[in-house]
């Protein structure tokens, strides 16, 4: 009689991961890991549990029947990360370059299925080839389901993509549509053709680096939120982040016992912040003085950096700061700036996160390569964001808060439950010597001494308009607060909004300006 049990073990030994050591240490080397150690490196101890384990290649072309693939070229499972239930996927280098056939995007619809029914975080350790070329439209198919479903998930669970080797064509797609990219320095790269497609069709000569490394889209694209020296610093990144966020848009964010007291005085934001409207400061360096412990999470660091996203804790919950930078282009909002904070905006928009922001600007960068750039329509994208978003936000401004600027850093007609401001602060269409040119025209010109002139109707523009007090006086601004008291005055404002009630039309979906 046939041993049943025999057979079984001997078939589900075989399903386990026989990687050639010598490539193994090729990857250790190059600083990448296989999609074993990532996914045993990753979850707690002895948590991990692999999804449909035994899914086996069915395509017979290009004599593909007679190989056997093991793991598909990408392992599926769910465990816990410092005890919170995530799901993962790691596609594994060594089996046909991580290339996905038909059979893998099985795996993978499923560990997206049981992640969304759980509502629980997705997390995917990218290495890969792309598409099977062997499978043919199969194959095609098998992206194209990856994108749709990496779609349909997005606003109902985090989905965090670490780039830990080549992430060619589909698999960079995939990527840019979850909601962080974590790039391994050195190791990961981002592109959608290769150098050698790049130099056939167009005939330029390039390298994976200067296309697709972790230089490129760490300043240049701003695809990459975080650049992690190694894999197992991507795996700390990741508990970080999951820290802050929930698991689910139907979940809360996480709220901790508060370990820093409310009422804690921030007389350093006085000497931080200059009188001088015209001298610039490390706007960082307020945001760590009010929140829980100096403790904040800064997103994108190297992009756009004339704008400050990023988590941070505020008595105990977390919340998104958004803040211009004034000691970059003295905080001017510009196509990059406008993209990197409405996106940050809506995520937390989409997952119930209160938003803080810190307004410091002189207003969106004026000239012609902004405008071909398409200012207007990336400049709205941070207006569509702030004004859709239904979270509680808390505006306060510092210093400048001058035109468009004014609106697209979440003023109050653009839905700011409160908006506070520093007795520094300045709401205005514009600065005073340029409102007063318009507003004394007729006086300026019949003038003898003009400069004198200028600086007395600037003083005089300045002293009625460019102050907190009008727009107290108007209701725009909700309070005016001792810079000292400033992390209490949020705290207790947040308190009041943080469970205010969603409100929007119904509609199937907005259409923003993309």
Request: charge should be neutral; proline fraction near 4%.
């Amino acid at each position: 009689m046939k041993d049943i049990y025999r057979e079984f073990y001997e078939k589900r030994e075989k399903l386990l991961i026989h990687n050639d050591p010598d490539r193994v240490e090729k990857m250790h080397k190059k600083g990448k890991l296989t999609a074993e150690e990532r996914m045993q490196g990753f979850f707690d101890r002895e948590t991990y549990l692999e999804l449909k384990p035994w899914t086996k290649n069915r395509c017979n072309d290009f004599g593909m029947s007679e190989k056997d693939l093991g793991n598909e070229g990408v392992l599926c499972g769910y465990g816990e990360v410092d005890g919170k239930e995530v799901f993962a996927i790691a596609h594994d280098v060594t089996v046909m370059g991580g290339s996905m056939g038909e059979a893998g995007r099985d795996k993978v619809m499923n560990c997206f299925d049981k992640a969304m029914d759980a509502g629980r975080p997705l997390i995917c350790f990218s290495d890969a080839a792309g598409a099977r070329i062997q499978e043919g439209v199969g194959a095609l198919n098998a992206y194209c389901s990856t994108f749709g479903k990496t779609s349909v998930a997005s606003g109902w669970i985090p989905q965090i993509t670490v780039a830990a080797g080549i992430c060619a064509g589909g698999t960079a797609y995939c990527a840019a549509i979850t909601d962080f990219i974590i790039q391994v320095d050195q190791v990961g790269k981002l592109f959608i053709t290769g150098p050698g497609v790049i130099k056939n069709v167009t005939g330029e000569e390039t390298t994976f680096d200067e296309i697709g490394g972790s230089d490129v889209h760490r300043r240049i694209t701003g695809l990459a939120h975080f650049i992690a020296t190694s894999e197992e610093e991507a795996f700390a990144i990741i508990r970080r982040i999951l820290s802050f966020i929930p698991p689910n848009a139907g979940e809360k964010p996480p709220q901790y016992a508060i370990n820093d007291p409310i009422d804690r005085r921030t007389p350093e934001i006085k000497d931080i912040i200059p009188l001088n409207q015209q001298r610039a400061y490390d706007v960082k360096k307020v945001i760590a003085s009010f929140v829980d412990n100096g403790d904040f999470m800064e997103l994108q660091k190297d992009y756009a950096t004339n704008i400050v996203i990023g988590f941070a804790r505020l008595a105990g919950g977390t919340v998104g700061i958004v803040a211009n930078q004034p000691k970059v282009s003295a905080g001017v909002i510009d196509v990059d700036a406008s993209w990197k904070a409405a996106r940050f905006v809506r995520f937390c928009d989409s997952y119930s996160i209160p938003l803080i922001i810190l307004a410091d600007t002189p207003g969106y960068m004026p000239g012609v390569k902004q405008e071909h750039d398409g200012i207007i329509r990336n400049g709205a994208k941070l207006l569509f964001a702030f004004s859709e978003a239904t979270v509680p936000k808390i505006t306060v401004v510092l210093r400048k808060d001058y035109g468009g600027a004014y609106s697209a850093m979440c003023g109050k007609g653009m839905g700011a439950d409160f908006v506070l401001a520093l007795p520094t602060g300045e709401l205005a269409i514009m600065g005073a010597e340029g409102a007063a040119a318009v507003v004394f025209k007729k006086e300026l010109a019949a003038a003898e001494d003009k400069d004198a002139k200028i600086a007395e109707l600037s003083q005089k523009y300045k002293d009625t308009y460019l102050n907190p007090y009008k727009g107290a006086e108007y209701g725009i601004v909700d309070d005016i607060i001792d810079p000292s008291e400033m992390r209490e005055a949020i705290i207790k404002r947040l308190k009041i909004v943080r469970n205010k009630p969603h409100k929007a039309p119904y509609r199937k979906h907005t259409n923003g300006p993309l």
